[in-house]
C-alpha cells in the first residue's frame, strides 16, 4: 500500500526553527511535495524534491533521502503567520499514471 | 493576473442528484488538476486534465468524472451524490502537467459541497 506519515501538530515559538518530517512508504516514487494550508483556506505549494539533497527557498527549506524515504520541511526564524497545516504529498507513477497522494498534514502553532 | 477561480462556491444537494464544479485556470495555465479535502480522509487527489486530455487520475468511482475545454477550463462532474461526497473541491492549475517536474500550482477556493 501508499502511506504518508506526518506528525499531527507542532508548536514552536516566533524567531526559532522547526523541523516538520514526513516518512514514506509507496512504489512508484516520483517526487515529493510541500504545501502550506492556513485554515480555512486553499493549500499554497512551497516546494518540490525529486533528488535527494536540500532544496533552499528563502526561509523554507525541504529535504529529500529517497533510500530513507524520508523528507523535511524545515522553516527558519518562525513567525506568527506560518502557523497554519503543512501538507506533505508524493508523487507516484501506478496503473500507467501519475497521482499525488497526500499525509494527513502537520498543524503546526508558532506562539510569541 | 487573475488567479484560479471556482464556481460555485457553495453548493447544496440531495443524494442521488448530480453536480458539476467549474474551474477557470490561471492564465496561460494548461494543467488542471482536482482534489477532494475532507476532515477524515485530507487531501485526495482525483484527476488531472491537460490541454484537454485526462492526464493522471487517483483511485475514485467512475462517479467522479470531469474534462476539459480548449480554453483549459475544467469541469468536474459527480453523479448519484452520496452523503459522503459532501467536501470541499479544490482545483489547481499549473503550467506543465504533474509528471512534468515540479511546477508550481496554484489553488483556486475550492466549492464547499454539502449532500443532505
Known amino acids: 500500500g501508499q502511506n504518508i506519515d506526518q506528525p499531527t501538530e507542532m508548536t514552536a515559538t516566533e524567531g526559532a526553527i522547526v523541523q516538520i518530517n514526513c516518512t514514506y512508504q509507496t512504489s512508484g516514487f516520483n517526487g515529493l511535495f510541500w504545501y502550506q494550508q492556513h485554515a480555512g483556506e486553499a493549500p499554497t505549494f512551497l516546494s518540490y524534491n525529486v533528488l535527494d539533497g536540500l532544496e533552499e527557498k528563502g526561509r523554507f527549506s525541504s529535504f529529500l533521502s529517497r533510500s530513507k524515504g524520508y523528507s523535511y520541511l524545515l522553516l527558519k526564524e518562525l513567525q506568527m503567520k506560518d502557523s497554519a497545516s503543512y501538507l506533505c504529498a508524493v508523487r507516484v507513477f501506478s496503473g500507467g499514471y501519475n497521482k499525488l497522494i497526500f499525509g494527513a498534514g502537520t498543524r503546526l502553532a508558532v506562539h510569541p | 493576473k487573475a488567479g484560479v477561480t471556482q464556481t460555485p462556491r457553495y453548493l447544496i444537494k440531495t443524494r442521488g442528484q448530480q453536480v458539476t464544479l467549474s474551474c477557470s485556470p490561471i492564465s496561460g495555465h494548461r494543467s488542471v488538476s482536482w482534489y477532494q479535502q475532507t476532515p477524515g480522509q485530507g487531501l485526495q487527489f482525483l484527476f488531472e486534465?491537460?490541454?484537454?486530455?485526462?492526464?493522471n487520475k487517483g483511485n475514485f468511482p467512475g462517479r467522479f468524472s470531469g474534462r476539459q475545454f480548449s480554453n483549459s477550463r475544467s469541469e468536474m462532474n459527480v453523479s448519484t451524490l452520496e452523503l459522503g461526497d459532501s467536501a470541499l473541491y479544490l482545483c489547481a492549475s499549473s503550467l506543465s502537467p504533474l509528471d512534468r517536474g515540479g511546477d508550481t500550482q496554484y489553488f483556486g477556493p475550492g466549492t464547499r459541497l454539502t449532500v443532505l
Open positions: 486534465y491537460f490541454s484537454e486530455t485526462q492526464r
